[in-house]
């Protein structure tokens, strides 16, 4: 069977060098290049439009009782106008799923981009909660420059908006939500509205940015800011533990894809070295043990006393020249480190880990390979033991695919996050003298 799609629908692809088809819809794939694009959140600011698409809406008068059942977070505060990282466990503790939850008003709040688990957990009691989806465009606009391509595409000072908070705003005569939130680690805002409206809004803040390098940001190069932030990704850092619970796949059904592609030098039926607890993604901070709720005993128990945490990896320069030098000799080469981000993730759900080991021992997992242009080197977000997880520290990466040649890469415990620079959550506009 055929599929077809209207390019038209999705004019703020324009002029891409590449594109790829998730399944569902068009992606850009690379702009001006990994390079430049990968530099955009430093030097000046970039636009992704990449998490356009659905989002889900909760309405009801039980809208709070109903996200503490099912998140670690707490919900004592949760004013309208702000958002949540909110993350959700399964009964072991592992994450399901993980998202921003924005309180739009006293009984909505919309989930974006992260999938459908609290529909199905709104399907196993009688919530006074309904759910519905929205189609909307969601470009995220990060880097050091983004404040001031948003100032002149709204004409308004954007200042009074703190981190995890939105308002309202226009662009090209239309209404539009901004919020500050992002996955770069430095400041970043999100742009929303009705999908319709995408491409004009699209086109301005473009315009608007050209005086400040803004740089058009693909699919290729996106994650590499999620290591260098410090922000673990589902389906491509970890994979999300919704698909060990037998009543989500029976209600998914077939229309829900259940085998993502597993790929590392670890066994691919341990499926437990790809799912993370919310302690293991350093997402320890969000948990409040206030309330009841879907994995408490397992979370609770873990931050009492934390096996693993998260950590970046600097990998030797020596052994990574070695795994392209093996792509210039006879024989079987390593598997190559596809740049920047390594396996790509146009793969679809990708569930990966590479077994880490130090002095001999297995210590943990490594994930989310990239390669950062900016600080030369190769990173990558290591879930390992918190006895060996002292800054400096050397560690062996078992690089490669179960059942394939392994190249045994020696890498140093590195702070983390790795990029430190401007911090999002640090910074206050409104504060004297700023």
């Given amino acids: 069977m055929s599929r077809s799609f209207d390019l038209g629908a999705l ?73 949540k990282h909110a993350v959700m466990c399964t009964e072991d503790g592992l994450i399901a799923t993980h998202g921003i939850l924005q309180r739009d008003s006293h009984e909505q709040a919309r989930f974006f981009a992260a999938g459908n688990w609290p529909t199905y957990m709104l399907s196993k009691k009688p919530w006074k909660v309904e759910a519905s989806v929205e189609s909307i465009y969601l470009f995220q606009i990060a880097g050091p420059q983004s404040l001031e391509v948003l100032q002149r595409a709204t004409s308004q000072d954007l200042r009074d908006i703190g981190f995890l908070r939105f308002r309202s705003s226009r662009i090209a005569g239309e209404k539009v939500e901004i919020g500050r939130i992002g996955m770069s680690g430095n400041l970043a805002y999100e742009v929303r509205g009705p999908i319709a409206q995408g491409p004009e809004i699209y086109q301005a803040i473009v315009d608007a940015g050209k005086d400040f390098g803004i740089e058009r940001l693909g699919w290729r190069t996106y994650l590499v800011n999620h290591v260098e932030g410090g922000f673990p990704q589902q389906l491509w850092t970890f994979y999300p533990a919704l698909l060990e619970d037998e009543g989500y796949r029976s209600w998914a059904g077939t229309g829900f894809r259940t085998h993502p592609t597993i790929t590392g030098s670890v066994d691919p039926a341990d499926m437990r070295a790809r799912y993370r607890t919310p302690v293991e993604a350093g997402w320890g901070t969000t948990v409040r043990l206030d309330h009841d709720f879907v994995g408490r005993a397992a979370v609770e128990a873990e931050m009492k006393v934390p096996r693993r945490v998260t950590v970046t990896l600097k990998w030797n320069a020596e052994d990574v020249t070695d795994i392209f030098a093996s792509l210039l000799r006879p024989g079987e080469e390593y598997k190559t480190i596809d740049l920047p981000t390594s396996p790509a993730w146009n793969i679809g759900f990708l569930a990966h880990a590479d077994h880490v080991s130090a002095d001999g021992e297995a210590i943990g997992f490594s994930s989310g390979t990239v390669y950062s242009y900016y600080f030369r080197c190769v990173l990558s977000m290591g879930c390992i033991d918190a006895a060996a997880a002292n800054i400096g520290n050397e560690v062996i990466v078992q690089w490669g695919d179960f059942g394939g040649r392994i190249k045994k890469v020696r890498a140093t415990v590195e702070t983390y996050p790795y990029f430190v620079e401007g911090r999002n959550e640090a910074i206050d506009f409104q504060a004297p003298n700023l």
Wanted: proline letters at 5%; glycine letters at 12%.
């Fill in 11 to 83: 004019p703020y692809f324009a002029e891409p060098n590449l594109y790829f088809f998730d399944g569902n819809r068009l992606r850009g794939w690379e702009f001006s290049g990994w390079k430049p694009e990968s530099m955009s959140w430093k030097t000046g600011c970039y636009i992704h439009s990449g998490l356009s698409g659905p989002v889900m809406v909760y309405r009801g008068e039980e809208l709070d009782a109903f996200f503490a059942e099912i998140c670690v977070n707490g919900f004592k505060k949760f004013s309208v106008g702000s958002m």
